[in-house]
T-cell receptor
Framework: GENVEQHPSTLSVQEGDSAVIKCTYS??????FPWYKQELGKGPQLIID?????GEKKDQRIAVTLNKTAKHFSLHITETQPEDSAVYFC??????????????FGQGTILTVHP | GAVVSQHPSWVICKSGTSVKIECRSL??????MFWYRQFPKQSLMLMAT?????????EQGVEKDKFLINHASLTLSTLTVTSAHPEDSSFYIC???????????????FGPGTRLTVL
């Protein structure tokens, strides 16, 4: 099945700096890669996603890049703000095998933005 | 984005009792719903996948007789934790996905979660 590794586990930045979180996946059949933000005591909220036929996608301060050959994708947050502080999860959805259609999550990154 | 609700948001129960958690997609019809479990400071672990009108498919290691899932309609799925024990205490999160066809994103949206504490 799919295996997703996420790094770093914690990330601390100053307000206004950029933050980058990286994920690698194992299943070359995976074709959809969403990123979720989870605040304490709440459910995950989709912030951006990318399909395997696209290399990069941007939405205001948030961008995601995908390298299919290397099987890794990254979340980039620019001009970070204190309200960006949360746990971020990457995920990969397989398009084949026993994991078809299921999201496999990374371990999560605790992002702290200091004012 | 689409809205998924869960009820209750938190519940405390005695050991041995059963607890039902409801998950609703409020503004779209969900052909598939998922139930996840999350322990403190850990990632989400998929428990089961359910399609409307079909039996749920459980992940390896998840007891189907303990975690009963019913996907009665395109907007409602329920998870019943039967004979709950303290080790069942966790954060349970449902997720709903609408199928728009092959080649589309079929985005998955999550509910706010239900905190279950079994005494």
């Amino acid at each position: 099945g799919e295996n997703v590794e996420q790094h770093p586990s914690t990330l601390s930045v100053q307000e206004g700096d950029s933050a980058v979180i990286k994920c690698t996946y194992s299943d070359s059949a995976s074709n959809y890669f969403p990123w979720y933000k989870q605040e304490l005591g709440k459910g995950p909220q989709l912030i951006i996603d990318i399909r395997s036929n696209v290399g990069e996608k941007k939405d205001q301060r948030i961008a995601v890049t995908l390298n299919k050959t290397a099987k890794h994708f990254s979340l980039h947050i620019t001009e970070t703000q204190p309200e960006d502080s949360a746990v971020y999860f990457c995920a990969a959805r397989s398009a084949g095998g026993t994991s078809y259609g299921k999201l496999t999550f990374g371990q999560g990154t605790i992002l702290t933005v200091h004012p | 984005g689409a809205v998924v609700s869960q009820h209750p948001s938190w519940v405390i129960c005695k050991s041995g009792t059963s607890v039902k958690i409801e998950c609703r997609s409020l503004d779209f019809q969900a052909t598939t719903m998922f139930w996840y479990r999350q322990f403190p400071k850990q990632s989400l672990m998929l428990m089961a996948t359910s399609n409307e009108g079909s039996k749920a498919t459980y992940e390896q290691g998840v007891e189907k007789d303990k975690f009963l899932i019913n996907h009665a309609s395109l907007t409602l799925s329920t998870l019943t934790v039967t004979s709950a024990h303290p080790e069942d205490s966790s954060f349970y999160i449902c997720s709903a996905r609408v199928y728009l066809g092959r080649g589309t994103t079929n985005t998955q949206y999550f509910g706010p979660g239900t905190r279950l504490t079994v005494l």
